[in-house]
């Protein structure tokens, strides 16, 4: 069977390293982007360029329609998926719950939870052996959040990561029978360019002689463990979480 993978939000952080990384075991891999078709295609070129097969893939997840366009370009152009890694997210400015607007909320669930439940349902209709595919596996990437709340940064995307928690959970267990695994990986604080979007650049840096670990993380070291769930080592795990946090 052709290993096809989706990486959404694949055009820079953990999401690159991923993409990267899913090439060299090989997988042809999607690169989703939203908005920066430069990078996007950079990370394609890459790939393509070490051997592997790739394209690059536009779409918001927050729009069901674009959603549903992209898979169907996906199965087109490399076959149908077997892999799916929902990483797209988005964040904001540093801000106490008071500060927060229900357009702010309702923007981070709209990307962070709607978008990976569309990516969950548009894959397991592909996946399922009862629809005729040959299962395969999903792995969600939440966050540390989930667990530690983000208080007075960003109570909202630590709530969204909660119900990607949630998602993992239920539908590992509503699709087990399927041959279709599902798994997690919360991060920690990692060197990517998201930090900048709530307004510290520098965040990993201010915190990290806090953490057990005493260093931030790198992309590439989530990406293994994402690749490790998604690889046959893992066939016989569903369900769980793995906490890439430096002992946080």
Not at 43 to 50: F, L, S
Not at 225 to 232: E, F, G, K, N, T
Request: proline share 2%; net charge neutral; glycine share 12%.
């Amino acid at each position: 069977m052709n290993s096809v993978a989706l990486v959404t939000g694949a055009s820079r952080g953990i999401g690159r390293a991923t993409a990267i990384l899913l090439a060299q075991k090989g997988y042809a891999v999607g690169v989703n982007y939203v908005n920066n078709t430069a990078s996007a295609q950079t990370v394609v070129d890459e790939i393509v360029n070490a051997g592997g097969k790739a394209i690059a893939l536009q779409a918001d997840i927050a729009d069901e329609a674009q959603v549903v366009a992209m898979f169907q370009r996906l199965s087109a152009e490399l076959g149908p998926i077997t892999a799916l890694v929902n990483n797209a997210g988005i964040l904001f400015q540093q801000s106490t719950l008071e500060g927060l607007t229900a357009e702010r909320i309702n923007n981070v669930l709209s990307t962070n939870v709607t978008g990976y439940f569309l990516c969950c349902r548009e894959a397991v209709k592909i996946m399922a052996t009862r629809h005729g595919g040959k299962g395969g596996a999903i792995v969600n990437v939440s966050s540390a959040a989930s667990r530690l709340g983000a208080p007075g940064e960003y109570v909202d995307y630590a709530a969204s990561k909660g119900a990607v928690d949630t998602l993992t959970t239920g539908l590992s267990l509503e699709v087990a029978g399927q041959n279709i695994r599902v798994n997690a990986v919360r991060p920690g604080y990692i060197y990517t360019e998201m930090h900048a979007s709530g307004g510290e650049a520098g965040r990993v840096d201010r915190v990290k002689a806090n953490l057990p670990m005493q260093r931030g993380g790198q992309p590439e070291e989530v990406a293994q463990a994402i690749v490790w769930l998604l690889s046959d080592s893992a066939s016989y795990v569903t369900g769980s979480f793995i906490e890439l946090a430096g002992g946080k």
